[in-house]
């Protein structure tokens, strides 16, 4: 529709412009004196002092196609800009898209969960597009202050995922508090887009496990299931700040403070990855003074007052936390 106003206007533009040639050659008019003779016909302002009264027919007839174009222009005009900026005002208050996107992520369900999957997904440079069906949701705003794009609506809708781009997206993050909504998202996303790449959020692990090998979800997680290895843990030792599992271990994020005197104060590095059967996965070396280092060199000691942050299946976690323990 905005589109087809355009080309209207731009026709109607062209037609008065032509006007001012056939005015300046039939009424033997200078091209300033055609011009300002031409806009006021159009616009209907007239004042008498050029007109067509004392002219051929032919020429009164084209005066008066002149003035219903430009009543037509002007209609057309205020159309446009009418259109925009009442466009542009929804597009701000409700997330209504501008333009197409493609290869982003569709993230449904901006709840404290929602919320928190956005702002990794922007930290590691993902393009994503959130739906979500409370307008006045208290993380919209957040949402908004990212500069995501933003279509509220009922996730479960393909009209709301088509105006998410959802048959370009590459994948969808179903993650709002509502099981079967989230399902119904996923079956929706797959109607529009059977390629897509679809995750899952499910409070009842046993059914997510279900759901991806019966649906073909891709993968189905339990926030809660997720997290219960980590509450128990850390209930334990303070040293452990995640867990996530891996196949059917469960792998543990440790850190271990180097004091000085405990058995990691001069320790290499080579020698940590030993522990555990061998089986520590990645290593984060974090210095008292200088700049943290993913996966340092074998032979890299440790000194008192740095930091080391551990990647281990839960099997590990004895042999570390020994060498918390000071020297006698």
């Given at each position: 529709?905005?589109?087809?106003?355009?080309?209207?206007?731009?026709?109607?533009?062209?037609?008065?412009?032509?006007?001012?040639?056939?005015?300046?050659?039939?009424?033997?008019?200078?091209?300033?004196?055609?011009?300002?003779?031409?806009?006021?016909?159009?616009?209907?302002?007239?004042?008498?002092?050029?007109?067509?009264?004392?002219?051929?027919?032919?020429?009164?007839?084209?005066?008066?196609?002149?003035?219903?174009?430009?009543?037509?222009?002007?209609?057309?005009?205020?159309?446009?800009?009418?259109?925009?900026?009442?466009?542009?005002?929804?597009?701000?208050?409700?997330?209504?898209?501008?333009?197409?996107?493609?290869?982003?992520?569709?993230?449904?369900?901006?709840?404290?969960?929602?919320?928190?999957?956005?702002?990794?997904?922007?930290?590691?440079?993902?393009?994503?597009?959130?739906?979500?069906?409370?307008?006045?949701?208290?993380?919209?705003?957040?949402?908004?202050?990212?500069?995501?794009?933003?279509?509220?609506?009922?996730?479960?809708?393909?009209?709301?995922?088509?105006?998410?781009?959802?048959?370009?997206?590459?994948?969808?993050?179903?993650?709002?508090?509502?099981?079967?909504?989230?399902?119904?998202?996923?079956?929706?996303?797959?109607?529009?887009?059977?390629?897509?790449?679809?995750?899952?959020?499910?409070?009842?692990?046993?059914?997510?496990?279900?759901?991806?090998s019966s649906l073909g979800?891709?993968?189905?997680?339990?926030?809660?299931?997720?997290?219960?290895?980590?509450?128990?843990?850390?209930?334990?030792?303070?040293?452990?700040?995640?867990?996530?599992?891996?196949?059917?271990?469960?792998?543990?994020?440790?850190?271990?403070?180097?004091?000085?005197?405990?058995?990691?104060?001069?320790?290499?590095?080579?020698?940590?990855?030993?522990?555990?059967?061998?089986?520590?996965?990645?290593?984060?070396?974090?210095?008292?003074?200088?700049?943290?280092?993913?996966?340092?060199?074998?032979?890299?000691?440790?000194?008192?007052?740095?930091?080391?942050?551990?990647?281990?299946?839960?099997?590990?976690r004895r042999d570390l936390?020994?060498?918390?323990?000071?020297?006698?």
């Amino acid at each position: 529709m905005r589109r087809g106003l355009i080309w209207f206007l731009a026709a109607i533009c062209a037609f008065l412009v032509a006007s001012i040639a056939v005015f300046a050659s039939a009424m033997r008019l200078s091209w300033v004196d055609a011009t300002y003779f031409t806009i006021t016909t159009a616009t209907s302002t007239g004042y008498g002092d050029i007109s067509l009264l004392q002219s051929p027919g032919w020429l009164k007839l084209y005066g008066n196609v002149v003035m219903l174009a430009g009543t037509a222009a002007m209609a057309a005009g205020f159309g446009v800009m009418t259109d925009f900026l009442v466009g542009s005002r929804l597009d701000a208050l409700f997330g209504r898209r501008r333009k197409k996107v493609q290869d982003h992520v569709i993230l449904c369900g901006l709840g404290n969960v929602g919320v928190r999957v956005l702002e990794r997904l922007l930290e590691i440079g993902e393009h994503v597009v959130v739906v979500e069906h409370d307008e006045n949701s208290r993380f919209v705003a957040r949402a908004r202050e990212l500069g995501v794009d933003l279509v509220v609506g009922d996730m479960r809708n393909t009209v709301v995922l088509e105006q998410a781009c959802c048959a370009k997206a590459r994948s969808i993050i179903a993650c709002s508090n509502d099981d079967l909504a989230n399902l119904e998202a996923a079956l929706a996303a797959r109607a529009v887009n059977g390629s897509i790449r679809v995750v899952l959020r499910m409070f009842n692990q046993g059914l997510a496990r279900r759901l991806e090998s019966s649906l073909g979800i891709t993968t189905a997680l339990s926030t809660s299931t997720l997290a219960a290895p980590a509450f128990a843990l850390a209930a334990l030792e303070a040293s452990v700040v995640g867990s996530f599992q891996l196949g059917d271990e469960l792998m543990l994020t440790i850190t271990l403070p180097v004091d000085a005197g405990a058995p990691l104060d001069g320790r290499s590095i080579g020698s940590l990855r030993e522990l555990g059967d061998g089986r520590i996965t990645a290593l984060r070396h974090e210095p008292a003074s200088g700049k943290a280092v993913l996966n340092p060199a074998t032979d890299r000691r440790l000194a008192a007052g740095d930091r080391l942050v551990v990647v281990a299946p839960v099997t590990a976690r004895r042999d570390l936390e020994r060498l918390l323990t000071r020297r006698a």
